[in-house]
């Protein structure tokens, strides 16, 4: 099965802050990974697809980049409504492997 | 607009089974596959598997290969996730997700069903 390593497991910041979120897959999966946002008792929205192609309707502080193994998701300016959890799936390869999660949380 | 749309929550007891529903609408219901995934209390995201609605052909997770069944009603635009010998592990969130190659990878969700297991 390929690993999915998120980092970092969750971290602290603040509104107007950048912030980066990695993934990193145990093997090659081209561009085939997606981002997703999860609220407390929501369920997952898609914010990046296709490793960096931005879902209609997200704001464009959401952006993504990476290719084969390593990943990452960025937010450009954090605002309120983005203190969430984060996740990276990769559907390259049976079975499908999610990354175990970043919360974000407001410093 | 496409929606997808579970049963409700369900109460098991150990070793019983439990049978979700994930009724598609405002697409083509054979065009795209559906995957199921759970989510435990607390915890991050599992897959389950996948079904292709057009012929009912199915792909498990190697986990669950001996308790999961998922099958399709092409007449309803349904798709079933059946789990068996259910143990309180299996407590979570279960959801069914809409999947193509491309652009359309996981793009809707279902409202997730809460499985409880409980004696």
């Known amino acids: 099965d390929i690993q999915m390593t998120q980092s970092p497991s969750a971290m602290s910041a603040s509104v107007g802050d950048r912030v980066t979120i990695t993934c990193r897959a145990s093997q090659v999966i081209s561009n085939n990974l997606a981002w997703f946002q999860q609220k407390p008792g929501k369920v997952p929205n898609r914010l990046i697809y296709a490793a960096s192609s931005l879902q209609s309707g997200v704001p464009s502080r959401f952006s993504g980049s990476g290719s084969g193994t390593e990943f990452t998701l960025t937010i450009s300016s954090l605002q309120p409504e983005d203190f969430a959890t984060y996740f990276c799936l990769q559907h390259n390869t049976y079975p499908f492997t999610f990354g175990q999660g970043t919360k974000l949380e407001i410093k | 607009q496409v929606q997808l749309v579970q049963s409700g929550a369900e109460v098991k007891k150990p070793g019983a089974s439990v049978k979700i529903s994930c009724k598609a609408s405002?697409?083509?219901?054979?065009?795209?596959?559906i995957h199921w995934v759970r989510q435990a209390p607390g915890q991050g995201l599992e897959w389950l598997g996948i079904?292709?609605?057009?012929?009912?052909?199915?792909s498990y997770a190697q986990k669950f290969q001996d308790r999961v069944t998922m099958t399709r009603d092409t007449s309803s635009s349904t798709i079933y996730m059946e789990l068996s010998s259910l143990r309180s592990e299996d407590t979570a969130v279960y959801y069914c997700?809409?999947?193509?190659?491309?652009?359309?990878?996981?793009?809707?969700w279902g409202q997730g069903t809460l499985v409880t297991v409980s004696s």
């Open positions: 997700a809409r999947y193509h190659t491309g652009n359309f990878a996981f793009d809707y």
């Open positions: 079904i292709n609605p057009s012929g009912g052909s199915t």
């Open positions: 405002g697409y083509t219901f054979t065009s795209y596959y």
